[in-house]
């Protein structure tokens, strides 16, 4: 197993601008989870994908949130119209089934 | 809803003395339930899990946890800190119907003294 791979590990935008991020689950997992940590915090749960079925939003995925997985493979994490409040680090996490679930790095994001 | 209670948000230790990190939880039933360390600016490593069966858990880095449903806890122990260990520690209960959502403490940060 390679991990959970995400990308880019830290991004810097500007207020206004859309960003996003890429997750590479691990190889087989059928489950894939995003999250959002903020300093000090524990991660909050975004939405999660079971193959290419997104099947729960958190209320915090506002409108200007979207997230994709198609062919049940990777999956990127949109945020358009960038706010200050977006400042985070954002997690992803795979698993298979029910097993153990298995966190990335983490992606960064300032909004200056 | 399902949540998690870390009492401790900081706790200090000396290098070699005994730990217990507090971990409480609400949840209708039986819950899947986790404990992950995180260095500064890193991911979430697992240490351990419970989903069912004992419920004293063994984990890696010489850690264990012990699952008390009367007290809905899952206390995180080891019986000697390493300096190494110095780091934040986020209990989870996952949601056993919702994909296995997983729900976190505000997290306890470890520091060791030598």
């Known amino acids: 197993d390679t991990g959970v791979s995400q990308n880019p590990r830290h991004k810097i935008t500007k207020r206004g601008q859309n960003v996003t991020f890429r997750c590479d689950p691990i190889?087989?997992?059928?489950?894939l989870y995003w999250y959002r940590q903020t300093l000090g915090q524990g991660p909050e749960f975004l939405t999660y994908?079971?193959?290419?079925?997104?099947?729960?939003k958190s209320r915090l995925l506002s409108d200007r949130f979207s997230a994709e997985r198609p062919k049940g493979s990777f999956s990127t994490l949109e945020i358009q119209r960038t706010e200050q409040g977006d400042s985070a680090m954002y997690l992803c996490?795979?698993?298979?089934?029910?097993?153990?679930?298995?966190f990335g790095e983490g992606s960064w994001l300032t909004v200056v | 809803a399902q949540s998690v209670t870390q009492p401790d948000i900081h706790i200090t230790v000396s290098e070699g003395a005994s730990l217990e990190l507090r971990c409480n939880y609400s949840?209708?039933?039986?819950?899947?339930l986790f404990w992950y360390v995180q260095s500064p600016g890193q991911g979430l490593q697992l240490l351990l899990k419970?989903?069912?069966?004992?419920?004293l858990v063994q984990g890696i880095k010489g850690f264990e946890a012990e699952f008390k449903r009367s007290q809905s806890s899952f206390n995180l122990r080891k019986p000697s800190v390493h300096w190494s260990d110095a780091a934040e520690y986020f209990c989870?209960?996952?949601?056993?119907?919702?994909?296995?959502?997983?729900?976190f403490g505000g997290g306890t940060r470890l520091m060791v003294k030598p």
């Open positions: 949840y209708g039933a039986t819950p899947y």
């Open positions: 989870a209960v996952g949601d056993r119907n919702a994909g296995n959502m997983l729900t």
């Open positions: 994908f079971q193959n290419e079925a997104q099947l729960e």
């Open positions: 190889s087989e997992h059928n489950r």
């Open positions: 419970y989903f069912s069966g004992d419920t």
């Open positions: 996490a795979s698993s298979f089934t029910t097993n153990t679930i298995y």
